[in-house]
Nanobody, 130 residues
Framework: EVQLVESGGGSVQAGGSLRLSCTAS????????WGWFRQVPGKEREVVGG????????YYGDSVKDRFTVSRDNDKKILYLQMNNKAHEDSAMYYC???????????????????????WGQGTQVTVSS
């Protein structure tokens, strides 16, 4: 089991920055990929970005490339999502996710799929105001 707790959400003006954190605990060594997703009511959950455990390669969704950055502190077991130049369309509930125990993580275009993740945090709301 892996437990994930997100923090750092809130309101930010367009063009501003915000950093989200995700504190992980439990059997984290069994997950082959980690990610951030976001979702707005009535729409599908979409990938924001993340990384593969082995090698540390990162992946990002097309809508956030060059604006958002994922990173991790292995000692503290924290994942970060640095969001810069935020736009109104970035308003969403943001979720942290960990791959299924020793499960497969798609390595093609767009990175791991939602089905590759078995553990999810409860989410943190981010609102961008104009």
């Amino acid at each position: 089991e892996v437990q994930l707790v997100e923090s750092g959400g809130g309101s930010v003006q367009a063009g501003g920055s915000l950093r989200l954190s995700c504190t992980a605990s439990g059997d984290i060594d069994r997950s082959n990929c980690w990610g951030w997703f976001r979702q707005v009511p009535g729409k599908e959950r979409e990938v924001v970005g993340g990384f593969y455990t082995t090698g540390g390669a990162t992946y990002y969704g097309d809508s956030v490339k060059d604006r958002f950055t994922v990173s991790r502190d292995n000692d503290k077991k924290i994942l970060y999502l640095q969001m810069n130049n935020k736009a109104h369309e970035d308003s969403a509930m943001y979720y942290c996710a960990a791959g299924r125990d020793r499960g497969y993580c798609y390595a093609g275009k767009g990175g791991p799929q939602i089905r590759d993740f078995g553990y999810w945090g409860q989410g943190t709301q981010v609102t961008v105001s104009s």
